[in-house]
């Protein structure tokens, strides 16, 4: 992390992120990657082979993807469709995403704040992303989601109201530091002769 990063003051929402259950949340997101380029030509190809034989293409219920992007996130949250809302925590700038975590709150929609958007983005097969959005899974992964969603809102939605009052960074560098160091020995020292006065 840079040193701007930890000296100046980031926002209050976007401050707090924990690996509460990342690695469990990672797992369930990584089964519902999009398909890549290659597998949706093979897809497609198969397809168009089978209708060229005139053998009959059955219409496939589309599967359930993880959602990523900004406008479709906060499309989806205000709609009440997402399950599981995930946000980067360095986008950049962060006015993008600032507003995501009181609109979920709003609308009782699960979120939490994860590091590092370039792991969101090898979840949607890019190099970055700044949110996704998790709209339906399996039955067999909704007993997962469930815990999932019970230890996201106990850290995230049900702590908004604290997690305001928190400004996060504001670490003072090594020069910040000594300057201040130095200052209070002044003041130490100049206390230790007005009593001997």
């Known amino acids: 992390m840079t040193i701007i990063h930890t000296c100046c003051l980031f926002c209050k ?3 707090v992120y924990c690996l509460f259950s990342a690695v469990q949340m990672f797992k369930l997101l990584d ?3 999009p398909e890549s380029k290659q597998a949706k030509r093979q897809r497609l190809r198969a397809q168009a082979e089978a209708k060229a034989a005139g053998k009959e293409v059955p219409v496939t219920k589309r599967p359930a993807v993880v959602r990523q992007g900004i406008n479709d996130v906060t499309r989806l949250v205000e709609q009440k469709k997402a399950q599981l809302v995930v946000i980067a925590h360095d986008v950049n700038p962060v006015e993008l995403v600032i ?3 009181s ?3 709003k609308m009782g929609v699960p979120y939490c704040i ?3 958007k370039s792991r969101l983005g090898r979840l949607v097969r890019r190099k970055t992303c700044s949110a996704v959005a998790l709209t ?4 067999g992964d909704r007993n997962a989601l469930a815990k999932l969603i019970e230890t996201v809102k106990t850290n995230y939605n049900d702590r908004f109201e604290e997690i305001k009052k928190h400004w996060g960074g504001g670490t003072l560098g090594s020069k910040s530091n000594a300057r201040i160091a130095k200052i209070e020995k002044a ?3 100049e206390m230790a002769q ?4």
Do not use: G, I, T
Request: some cysteine; proline content about 4%.
């Open 13 to 15: 929402v976007v401050n």
């Open 31 to 33: 089964k519902y990657k």
């Open 99 to 101: 507003f995501l975590p």
């Open 103 to 105: 609109l979920c709150r």
């Open 114 to 116: 994860v590091k590092d």
């Open 136 to 139: 339906q899974v399996e039955a």
């Open 187 to 189: 003041k130490a020292k």
């Open 194 to 197: 007005k009593q001997q006065s």
